[in-house]
């Protein structure tokens, strides 16, 4: 995403700018929609936070449109926008979280506002990058990126890359595109995330690992990341190269109303070898090492008891088992380039025989 690229600014004299929501050529950026996608493998999408983001209907939205009054749904809706210094949170100066006037999805925090000048609400990153997505936006002869709440696809503004230290951006959003909710008083809902757990494994390519584990009923998300290492940050230059003591792996998030801990190890051994040490199939490396990484006491007995039956009896008990058991340490996301791998380029690694 725009958030974590490094923006490269064009010369003055070949820029044309205007303050505010002006002609101002934001780096290019493509993206789609997020309501006109319906998800592919997941039951529900949850943000890093735990929200639930996946994206409304039509119908969904046409119902939660009919308490905007005229002038919301002229902004909302038909990505209008408000007259300069005329919203009532521009000068907002409490803290709380800004959320989407027409899901209540959380967009913005109060730490991240800042004084731009531009008559407009300013932030300088979202609460969750993933509550925001991004579109082209070529209307009126610009160039632009427009902001959408992610899970409504309610526009909010625009983001340009004049913004302050950290990102360098400027999430500039309609007033009436949110509301806003102060420290001590509940959000509207709460992370959908309340009632899932976490588990942890490593046992290759983390592309074919994540791969096979967001197709099970109950796994609601699966991200590619590291752990198990000494470095902090690791790249994935760094992780390949082996310096960096990490192994590939991926972190679940499920339903154990729906799917066990039990039932992921058992799949988790269907799905790769665990009898060869450093390497899975052709890949070779400590990276690709076999382990699974327990969050708790119960998780942690789980997972001996289970490698312990798989040795004396079970598809693998004829070799040893080098799978190895460590308490879940810090886990690290990948690059975005890793996310998604096999949903977005296609294919599936082989099921080991």
């Known amino acids: 995403m725009i958030i974590n690229r490094v923006i490269a600014l064009i010369a003055v004299t070949s820029m044309t700018f205007v303050i505010g929501f002006g002609l101002i050529k934001a780096p290019e950026y493509k993206s789609t929609n997020a309501a006109e996608k319906a998800p592919s493998m997941q039951d529900k999408k949850l943000s890093q936070l735990g929200f639930d983001i ?53 967009l913005f925090k109060s730490d991240s506002k800042f004084k731009s000048g531009t008559g407009w609400p300013s932030f300088f990153q979202p609460v969750d990058p993933e509550h925001v997505s991004e579109l082209d936006d070529s209307s009126f002869g610009m160039t632009r990126t427009e902001i959408l709440c992610a899970r409504c696809s309610a526009h909010l503004g625009h983001v ?92 679940i998030k499920y339903d154990p109303a729906v799917v066990s801990y039990d039932e992921l190890l058992a799949f988790f051994f269907k799905i790769h070898n665990p009898t060869q040490g450093n390497r899975q199939g052709p890949d070779y ?60 380029n296609g294919g599936h690694c082989a099921i080991p025989e």
């Open 54 to 106: 996946t994206p409304l209907t039509e119908s969904e939205i046409q119902e939660k449109a009919k308490k905007l009054s005229p002038e919301e749904a002229k902004v909302i809706l038909k990505k209008g926008t408000e007259p300069a210094f005329c919203g009532n949170l521009v000068d907002n100066k409490l803290d709380g979280t800004y959320i989407c006037r027409l899901c209540d999805l959380p």
């Open 285 to 344: 490396g400590s990276q690709y090492r076999s382990m699974i990484f327990p969050t708790d006491d119960q998780q942690m007995k789980v997972a001996q008891d289970f490698i312990d039956a798989q040795q004396k009896e079970g598809k693998w008990s004829s070799k040893k088992i080098t799978t190895e058991i460590m308490a879940a340490p810090k886990f690290y996301k990948a690059e975005e380039y890793h996310q998604d791998y096999h949903l977005r």
């Open 160 to 251: 340009f890359p004049d913004g302050p230290k950290p990102t360098g951006l400027r999430f500039c959003v309609n007033s009436i595109s949110l509301d806003f909710v102060e420290d001590g008083n509940p959000l509207p809902g709460s992370p959908a995330a309340s009632s899932l757990k976490t588990a942890y494994f490593a046992g290759g390519c983390f592309w074919g690992v994540e791969d096979r584990f967001s197709q099970i009923p109950g796994v609601h998300d699966a991200i590619s990341g590291y752990q198990g290492g000494d470095d902090t940050n690791p790249s994935y230059k760094e992780v390949c190269s082996g310096t960096s003591g990490h192994a590939e792996s991926v972190e």
